[in-house]
């Protein structure tokens, strides 16, 4: 915005109108203003006005630097170097749990003892007529053999026969479901398809996610605010609470 006097009480005038609405105040504590390109004199008039401290340029937001002069790609270079790390980690998450689905699978086949000329040579040369659950994982078997003994530890205190059951149907294992399976479980949120259909509008998505939420500044809400509104329902106007009729809708 313009670096004026004009300019800057009709901010300070929209950031009151909205402290008087949603009833929430600047931090003074943590907000800066950052002024560039006029004379000393109108920038010290300017923090007396609004009362903010002022911020040096450049400075850092979301880990790039801004000033008030074009900023360069090495500027937006540590922004994009932690974009790419993480989706990096999120590629080796998922190839780990992929792996491990894949794993699972081999230690369901020597679990059930398939028909495999490696299951038997795993069964004759290490396991040897021993109980699998109990039996300590061979010292002197390869990467792979250890990492399918070690497999049964990935269940904490759930059978893990019980566990690949469920991954199995018939004589054939769904590295599929396993990778599900691993994967956190989260409560479905039954309104999504209300709220996220493709062909809304998004202000009215925003809106209605706001009154399934209580969020809206309804009569009700307002009134707790200390701001004088009429009280009755504009829905119904039988003098029901805005976010009661809200939620009905």
């Not at 369901?108 to 000329?117: D, F, I, N, P, Y």
């Not at 990467?143 to 469920?166: M, T």
């Not at 990778?179 to 925003?206: C, D, G, W």
Request: aromatic content about 10%; hydrophobic content about 40%.
């Amino acid at each position: 915005m313009e670096a004026d006097r004009v300019s800057i009480q009709l901010m300070i005038q929209a950031f009151n109108h909205f402290s008087d609405v949603y009833g929430l105040k600047a931090n003074l504590d943590k907000s800066s203003l950052y002024i560039a390109g006029i004379s000393q004199d109108l920038k010290q008039q300017i923090l007396n006005e609004i009362q903010f401290a002022p911020g040096e340029l450049p400075f850092k937001y979301l880990g790039v630097l801004l000033s008030s002069k074009k900023i360069t790609v090495q500027q937006c270079m540590p922004i994009v170097e932690k974009m790419i790390s993480r989706i990096r980690c999120w590629t080796t998450n998922s190839y780990l749990i992929v792996e491990g689905a894949a794993i699972c699978k081999l230690l369901w086949a020597v679990s059930t003892r398939k028909e495999s000329l490696w299951v038997q040579l795993i069964h004759g040369y290490y396991i040897k007529n021993k109980e699998i659950e109990s039996m300590k994982i061979p010292i002197q078997a390869c990467w792979l053999v250890r990492k399918i003994f070690d497999a049964r530890n990935w269940f904490d205190n759930r059978n893990y026969k019980v566990e690949l059951g469920k991954c199995s149907k018939g004589d054939k294992f769904s590295i599929k479901t396993a990778y599900l399976s691993f994967q956190p479980q989260y409560q479905k949120v039954h309104r999504k398809n209300l709220t996220m259909e493709a062909r809304q509008i998004p202000r009215h998505q925003f809106i209605l996610w706001l009154a399934i939420r209580q969020r809206l500044a309804a009569v009700d809400r307002l009134e707790r605010w200390g701001i004088n509104v009429p009280k009755d329902c504009v829905f119904c106007s039988k003098g029901t609470t805005e976010s009661l009729a809200l939620s009905v809708l």
